[in-house]
């Protein structure tokens, strides 16, 4: 019986530049391959996120909101997902680098949302990818959608859902910040570090948290709970860490101490 995966997501705050428009950061990128090589997972699942590539695309042309019967939203699309498949060529060409077997999986290719949400992956390809002992390399896109025509999916949304469809032993959540915080660590010097949490814990934190005016990383950060809890409801644990520092992805996915957030079902 083979090993459950690992599904690691890495935010695009990490491996873009956020303030410069399709910008990556090689550096980290290349770092972060490195770290991904040294951990030697037998079983790896990668979803990044979009940053600077897919964000400022996918808002100018109202992507998320579905299709409008405009030609220029489908021009909009187009560009939307080509900037993430430059991206994610970044990303695996970095992995294939430091020799691990990185195989590009575009969700535009094997999913379908319904009003947002997935309500179709092509499975099969995925498990022939991890039984071959390949490392599929997912990230967040441009999908077409049944009820909105095409919307974005996101990679928080797109590494719950894979967690739940290959039975992960668990979850990394690479950020730019060291985990879950009581505030917005950026903002508000008084934020403390939630280091773990049980689920029904995390279901009040989102009480607090939806009622405050969020920032966004205090917002994407709600979001990643939200996406996250089917998962950890099924008994998948989530790491929540800092990508951006040295060390951090090869210590949490070689299941070594490291500062961040676990949440767990009980």
């Not at 997935?118 to 099969?124: D, L, N, S």
């Not at 390399?137 to 967690?163: E, K, P």
């Amino acid at each position: 019986m083979s090993p459950k995966p690992i599904v690691l997501k890495i935010g695009g705050s990490v491996i873009t530049w956020k303030e410069k428009s399709f910008t990556a950061n090689l550096p980290a990128i290349n770092r972060i391959a490195e770290e991904i090589s040294q951990a030697n997972v037998s079983q790896l699942i990668i979803v990044h996120g979009g940053g600077s590539f897919g964000h400022p695309l996918a808002k100018q042309y109202s992507i998320k909101e579905g299709y409008r019967g405009e030609r220029a939203q489908l021009l909009g699309f187009s560009k939307t997902h080509q900037a993430m498949v430059y991206l994610n060529k970044l990303v695996v060409d970095a992995l294939i680098q430091h020799n691990i077997l990185a195989v590009a999986v575009p969700p535009l290719s094997c999913v379908v949302t319904k009003s947002g949400r997935i309500a179709t992956i092509m499975k099969e390809p995925l498990t022939r990818l991890l039984q071959t002992g390949f490392v599929p390399i997912l990230f967040g896109d441009a999908v077409l959608d049944s009820d909105l025509g095409f919307t974005i999916l996101s990679g928080d949304q797109l590494a719950a859902s894979l967690a739940l469809q290959f039975n992960a032993e668990r979850i990394v959540m690479g950020v730019d910040v060291d985990g879950l915080f009581t505030a917005d660590p950026k903002s508000d010097s008084s934020a403390s570090l939630v280091k773990q949490c049980r689920l029904h814990e995390l279901k009040e934190m989102h009480k607090q948290i939806k009622g405050v005016n969020v920032t966004d990383v205090t917002g994407g950060m709600l979001g990643k709970i939200i996406e996250l809890t089917p998962a950890i409801e099924k008994g998948i644990p989530a790491l929540i860490m800092n990508a951006a520092k040295p060390e951090n992805v090869y210590k949490a996915l070689r299941g070594e101490r490291v500062i961040g957030t676990l949440i767990q079902k009980s």
